[in-house]
Nanobody, 124 residues
């Protein structure tokens, strides 16, 4: 059974930074890739970032490249998303996702489960 619990969201101003955390309860965690997705009201779920089991390979959505950084700590069963230079169009519910494979990318089929998410609102 996989459990994903996100935290760290909140209300911030444009240009601010946030760090999201995902606590993972999953026996296969250390062997699987992980990802972050987001969904804004009225929009489809969007890939944000993915990371391989060993942190050697990372992928980012075009909208966040150069501003967001995904990382993981296998010893602590945690995945993180550092978000810098936040913009109003980053406003969404951000969800952690458990990968099917050791290396994962933007395809929904690369993932088996998404968490409930944490709300990020960027507004002045």
């Amino acid at each position: 059974q996989v459990q994903l619990v996100e935290s760290g969201g909140g209300l911030v101003q444009p240009g601010d930074s946030l760090r999201l955390s995902c606590e993972v309860s999953w026996r296969a965690f250390s062997n699987r890739g992980m990802g972050w997705f987001r969904q804004a009201p009225g929009k489809e779920r969007e890939f944000v970032a993915g990371i391989s089991w060993d942190s050697e390979v990372t992928y980012y959505g075009d909208a966040v490249k150069g501003r967001f950084t995904i990382s993981r700590d296998n010893a602590k069963d945690m995945v993180y998303l550092q978000m810098n230079g936040l913009r109003p169009d980053d406003t969404a519910v951000y969800s952690c996702a458990a990968g099917l494979y050791s290396v994962v990318g933007p395809a929904n089929n690369d993932y088996v489960l998404w968490g409930q998410g944490t709300q990020v609102t960027v507004s002045s």
